[in-house]
């Protein structure tokens, strides 16, 4: 017990001192830095090439979408996520120590380009985010926390950021056995998520892009603002555009749809008018008592139909 004491106290000083050496060092693989350039970037760009022109440069809960990006790129871990992950990772590895296993690489990676690498490493995130996007707008459970991403009723690329912390611990658990058979290292890491921190910024931008034949491959803002769309095809209760990243995967399984262009059509979900605004809120609003009877009636209205 005292080693998993000590692991919480040592992560927490030691992710203060990663933001302070992060903030005042600038460098090549510094995460803050390179956020705030990317997001600055993609701001620039809404501003100079806006899709909805009418759409204010300072859109609706532009400061609250951008508070989102603070607390779930810096402050959640701060807080605690950073310790936990940390507790959980060691857990992990002193079970498999039961056993006489060091650790579950299967694959050994580093003998490969680093252009291989890195291609192996984001098909593989990136497809088993899409299965979690898609689980998180099936499961009742899971959709009452993403619906802080879709109560957002204009698109721009803060927008990125707005979800529920728990998004991310069911994210990064899921993510981690499969990535960790992998033997990939920090630097792939830093460069895959970066990247696709960019793609979705663009996602959720005021921009009126499809990158052409290569939006077959690439998520992009006319095919993403259809998965934000509130009202829904009757053959498609649950949604769709699940990709992240790619879109790939979208056409591949058969939840890509984009009928025309969505420019102008009404974003959020049914029921929307009475969720709640500001971040508190909204990060209490899925562990209401309320809420959770709301969704064993939803269930037991999902199975009866069935």
Known sequence: MKKYLNIVADSFTGYFNYLVEEINNPSWTNYFYWLLGLSLLVWILEILTPWRKEQKIFRKDFWLDSFYILFNFFLFSLIGYNALSNVGVALFNDFLGLFGIKNIIAIEVQELSMVSQLLIMFIIADFIQWNVHRQLHKQPWLWEFHKVHHSIKEMGFAAQFRFHFMETIVYKSVQYIPLAMIGFGIEQFFVVHMFAVFI?????????????????????????????????????????????????????????????????????????EEFPEGFKNQTFFPFRKENKIIQRKNLKNENKAI
């Open 200 to 272: 979705g910024h663009l996602n959720h931008a005021n921009l009126g892009w499809n990158y052409g034949i290569f939006g077959y491959i690439f998520n992009n803002p006319k095919m993403h603002i259809w998965h934000h769309s509130k009202e829904l095809p009757s053959d498609r209760p649950h949604g769709m555009n699940f990709g992240l990243s790619l879109s790939i995967w979208d056409y591949i399984f058969g939840t890509a749809y984009i009928p025309e262009e969505g420019k102008d059509i009404e974003l959020g979900f049914e029921g929307d």
